[in-house]
T-cell receptor
Framework: GQQLNQSPQSMFIQEGEDVSMNCTSSSIFNTWLWYKQEPGEGPVLLIA?????ELTSNGRLTAQFGITRKDSFLNISASIPSDVGIYFC?????????????FGAGTRLFVKA | GAGVSQTPSNKVTEKGKYVELRCDPISGHTALYWYRQSLGQGPEFLIYFQGTGAADDSGLPNDRFFAVRPEGSVSTLKIQRTERGDSAVYLC?????????????FGPGTRLTVL
């Protein structure tokens, strides 16, 4: 089946540092999504990307939809302690009507104040 | 307004027992999704409802798993003859419509532990 490879698996950074994580897929997606999940909660959507090459920002977060439609990255600038959590990339395939979402395994972010 | 709610928040059962997990979607959302999240993994798609009907149940792992949404709102995920490998967090999400650009809003999940 479809697989998303998300890296890195975890990151330990100092407050104020920039963070970058990425996702690659064996399938072409028509939508890339980035979610954040905190303990005891469901994932919350951070950024949605709908076109190849699209670059979108949400505050200190920036994400891009790769040209090949098989990859995406998320950058977080000037990290703060509340950025701690698990970040998931997710994709929706071109031929499924867009509702079936495939998730990566997550990047666990730890921020030291 | 209220978000997606799931009950119970935690469920401990014994191997071989039957369990039901409930999801209350956001009012007015026609699409509802169930996911399973194992420890250290991302959510894994199980089933998607558009209204009362299951539009895609290709993610259900076997015939012990079944889900219903009889009135197009609340959904119940049913697991028969539970196995230890069924232990996971079961997440529910809803969206305004099923396709394309509509954001899925997730509930907090039900943590199922099968002893």
């Amino acid at each position: 089946g479809q697989q998303l490879n998300q890296s890195p698996q975890s990151m330990f950074i100092q407050e104020g540092e920039d963070v970058s994580m990425n996702c690659t897929s064996s399938s072409i997606f028509n939508t890339w999504l980035w979610y954040k999940q905190e303990p005891g909660e469901g994932p919350v959507l951070l950024i949605a990307l709908y076109k190849a090459g699209e670059l979108t920002s949400n505050g200190r977060l920036t994400a891009q939809f790769g040209i090949t439609r098989k990859d995406s990255f998320l950058n977080i600038s000037a990290s703060i302690p509340s950025d701690v959590g698990i970040y998931f990339c997710a994709g929706r395939e071109l031929n499924t009507g867009g509702f079936k979402t495939i998730f990566g395994a997550g990047t666990r972010l730890f921020v030291k104040a | 307004g209220a978000g997606v709610s799931q009950t119970p928040s935690n469920k401990v059962t014994e191997k071989g027992k039957y369990v039901e997990l409930r999801c209350d979607p956001i009012s007015g959302h026609t699409a509802l999704y169930w996911y399973r999240q194992s420890l250290g993994q991302g959510p894994e798609f199980l089933i998607y409802f558009q209204g009362t009907g299951a539009a895609d149940d290709s993610g259900l792992p076997n015939d012990r798993f079944f889900a219903v949404r009889p009135e197009g709102s609340v959904s119940t995920l049913k697991i028969q003859r539970t196995e230890r490998g069924d232990s996971a967090v079961y997440l529910c999400a809803s969206s305004e419509q099923g396709a394309g650009y509509n954001e899925q809003f997730f509930g907090p999940g039900t943590r199922l532990t099968v002893l």
